[in-house]
């Protein structure tokens, strides 16, 4: 087996200096020199390094170098490509991957809660399980592979992340709906309740990403919320929801705001509902020129629709269209 290693930066990627953790060009070998410690490495392997960085500070062109470089190697005879990357924005690199890299092999991103030198760190074992689910055989596409505290390790499909809370580097998939998981043996075994539908869509060229989402309104709902000021530049309005999949439909203020919008030319679409049973609260969707995006992570909605607005795609012809198993059916 060949694997290529493209290392990126972040936590897995950094030293403690101080009470400082920052990123180190030097961490790739010795991440490497622990595995093969822990582990043994019984495979060949190519490494590349197209930057280093916390992966809180990515943009639209940082992520758009890595898809470039993933691009750029899926036919150079690899049985797989592994990815390291930090914790905070992983899942936005994953969505974006998943859209645009389409592939026979598997490309696996893994990150650590702490550094590798930290007993408490999950990243070598993150790391040890991707190298497994390669061997398998078991999915192309793109995937993380992550361990949660007190958890057996799993394998997510890279569309279907939930965002981190706050206070917890637990990573978790829309629905529970990850692919399979790995027993105390690392023996792999698929998830039975996983189902994926068949692509929709078609694929977004790589390298298409824009550096900002700049005609993107995002919002998230809280109580006592008062709506912003839309700017001329905005084109799409972002709303996420409540865990049951409502917003407040009843006070004045939502219902101007969104009528504004429709008045404006804005589509509006509506993250973290489900097909289905629905409130009472959700009736006023359609009168309030509100799309659900149904089945779908809120981050992989953001994604897909960043990358909507950069090949100048109609949203709606795409968003609820299944693209990389991203739809839970």
Not at 187 to 199: A, M, V
Not at 206 to 224: F, H, K, N, Q, V
Not at 293 to 320: F, H, M, R
Request: net charge negative.
């Amino acid at each position: 087996m060949k694997l290529l290693f493209i290392f990126t930066g972040g936590t897995i990627g950094s030293t403690v200096k101080g009470d400082i953790i920052s990123t180190d060009n030097k961490k790739p070998y010795l991440i490497l020199e622990k595995y093969r410690e822990k582990y043994g490495i019984d495979f060949e392997y190519d490494i590349l390094q197209p930057y280093t960085e916390l992966s809180e500070n990515n943009t639209g062109a940082t992520i758009r170098k890595l898809v470039e470089t993933v691009s750029e190697n899926l036919t150079k005879g690899y049985d797989g490509i592994i990815i390291t990357h930090g914790t905070d924005t992983i899942q936005y690199s994953a969505a974006v991957l998943s859209y645009t890299v389409k592939t026979d092999i598997p490309v696996c991103l893994v990150s650590s809660n702490y550094t590798i030198e930290n007993p408490k760190a999950n990243g070598l074992i993150n790391l040890h399980c991707a190298v497994r689910f390669t061997e398998t055989d078991k999915g192309s596409g793109v995937w993380v592979s992550y361990k949660n505290q007190n958890d057996i390790p799993k394998i997510h499909k890279g569309s279907r992340l939930l965002e981190r809370q706050a206070f917890t580097d637990c990573i978790f998939s829309i629905m529970d709906s990850f692919y399979g998981s790995f027993d105390s043996d690392f023996n792999f075994h698929i998830n039975p309740e996983y189902r994926e539908l068949q692509d929709q869509t078609d694929y977004f060229t790589p390298g298409s990403l824009t550096e900002e989402a700049d005609s993107i309104l995002r919002i998230e709902p809280y109580l006592g919320m008062v709506y912003p000021k839309i700017e001329p530049k905005i084109k799409y309005i972002l709303h996420g929801s409540y865990h049951s999949g409502t917003i407040n439909t009843k006070a004045i203020f939502p219902s101007d705001f969104f009528h504004t919008a429709n008045k404006n030319g804005i589509k509006i679409f509506l993250t973290g509902t489900e097909s289905g049973e629905c409130y009472e609260s959700t009736q006023a969707f359609k009168n309030m020129h509100i799309v659900p995006v149904n089945n779908l992570s809120p981050i992989a909605a953001y994604v897909k629709l960043w990358l909507c607005t950069a090949a100048g795609n109609d949203p709606e012809e795409v968003l609820c269209r299944s693209l990389a198993g991203d739809i839970v059916p």
